[in-house]
């Protein structure tokens, strides 16, 4: 067996670029030791629709059935999708292939835990062990696993949104709410024409065809929506709808043709969840502090966790928050499950809409607003990013910070959040304050202190 390299391992998944480290063997080899951990049973496997995805799904379906595990093959879907197919009494576990919002010469194996998270920690490295040990229990050729395949998923999915007691339909499909949406040739296409259909949009689209060769950068972010600002305008649309490859980010652009920014689409989520079911909202550390104000009005508080969706999804989940999310785009909404989800964070956009009665950029303007920066310190490869973090924050023990994850500055109306990358060399310093030039100075101003430190 090569070496495992070229990859970014985690502890819920392998990544890596097509040809140069993900390797049909990797695949094979994770899927194998994923399939030995939480086997045997029926493994939900479904993928985004990067042109890689049936080369590496062939080779995790070997992997799941040599040692004695079902495939379920749900085909190209929405991560969300299947996290809510694994979550089913009859799987016992799920992988999705998807490399996320990464560019498409990239692909990735998620693992998924048999309650449809991802894997924590602990299941995550007794899979690595595995891995890297190369010991899996095979099946004897008459217990060599199935393969068939279920298309209802997407179905499921939508029904199960269609039933969420947040939502009034008959309200939202009365507006008749125009909008315009990018998929950027990812898996939104097998979904979202069925949703606004269910939400009686007028609904264009952008990319929609599931075929991988993304024409653009993918991450929905300001930068890479351009076409979608345009269409917009072209349209007179009420609203523009942005969803990475695996339709777990979500953002939007107003009615002007204005990118509202990801932090935006979780805010308005929770505005909406919270003033019609006031809870406790649990964000990562590095989500805005916008979400902070809205809690404050509706007398709720916000749980912050580290960064990383199974860290916020588990904390959620234990408190039985009435919402959930990362600022980058990823809804939580606990009524339907706990996993990002930019197909119901667009029924509850839309929703709260119709209670808004206003244009979107009305909305949005009426937000409090701040603004992130987000910087990182590229280290050499040998250097120790997570001590150099600890040496930052014992400087510091007289300051207000928070040692959740790595460690967070707090001031009255700002931030710096700096944490140690767990796949690369790297330090990621992140600031939010009330204007860019702040937020880009205090970020300033912890990089040169870190810098020094390092000397
Ligand atoms: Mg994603």
Not at 10 to 38: D, H, K, W
Request: proline residues 5%.
């Amino acid at each position: 067996m090569s070496e495992l390299k070229n990859l970014m391992i985690s502890v819920s998944g392998v990544r890596g670029i097509v040809g140069e480290g993900l390797t049909p063997e990797v695949a094979l080899r994770f899927a194998q030791a994923y399939g030995n951990n939480f086997g045997p049973g029926k493994i939900v496997v479904g993928r985004d629709s990067r042109v890689t995805g049936e080369m590496v799904k062939y080779a995790v379906w070997a992997g799941l059935t040599s040692v004695g595990c079902d495939v379920v093959d749900i085909g190209i879907a929405p991560t969300p999708t299947v996290e809510m197919a694994t979550e089913r009494p009859e799987h016992a576990g799920g992988i999705i292939i998807t490399a996320s919002h990464n560019s498409k010469e990239w692909n990735a194996l998620k693992l998924l835990a048999p309650d449809g998270l991802f894997l924590d920690a602990e299941q995550g490295a007794a899979v690595l062990e595995r891995v890297n040990s190369a010991e899996f229990n095979f099946a004897a050729w008459d217990k060599v696993g199935k393969i068939s395949s279920c298309t209802l998923a997407i179905e499921k999915h939508i029904e199960a949104i269609k039933n969420l007691k947040i939502l009034d339909l008959p309200a939202i499909r009365e507006r008749r709410f125009k909008v315009v949406a990018d998929c950027c040739n990812g898996a939104g296409g097998t979904i979202l024409p069925q949703l606004f259909d269910m939400l009686g949009c007028k609904a264009e689209f952008l990319n929609l065809e599931p075929h991988g060769r993304f024409p653009r950068n993918p991450e929905p972010v300001p930068a890479n929506l351009g076409a979608l600002c345009q269409a917009i305008r072209n349209y007179s649309a009420d609203l523009g709808i942005a969803v990475d490859p695996d339709v777990d980010r979500l953002a939007l652009v107003s009615e002007l043709g204005v990118p509202l920014g990801e932090e935006f689409t979780l805010a308005m989520a929770t505005d909406l969840v919270l003033a019609k079911s006031p809870g406790d909202v649990v964000v990562n550390a590095s989500t805005s502090r916008v979400n902070d104000d809205l809690a404050a009005q509706y007398g709720c508080k916000v749980i912050r966790t580290k960064v990383g969706e199974i860290h916020v999804a588990k904390k959620a989940r234990e408190i039985h928050a009435a919402m959930a999310g990362e600022g980058n785009g990823g809804v939580i909404y606990p009524g339907l499950h706990f996993g990002r989800d930019a197909i119901v964070g667009i029924a509850l956009i839309l929703q709260s809409l119709v209670e808004k009665a206003a244009p979107i950029s009305a909305v949005f303007a009426g937000f409090p607003h701040y603004t992130i920066f987000k910087d990182k310190i590229e280290l050499p490869f040998d250097a120790d990013a997570h001590s150099l973090v600890a040496r930052l924050s014992a400087a510091h023990q007289g300051d207000r910070i928070d040692l959740t994850d790595g460690v967070k500055f707090l001031y009255d109306r700002s931030w710096v959040h700096i944490r140690a990358s767990n796949t690369e060399p790297i330090i990621r310093v992140i600031a939010e304050a009330m204007d860019a030039s702040e937020a880009q100075e205090l970020a300033q101003t912890f990089k040169k202190e870190i810098s020094d430190l390092a000397l």
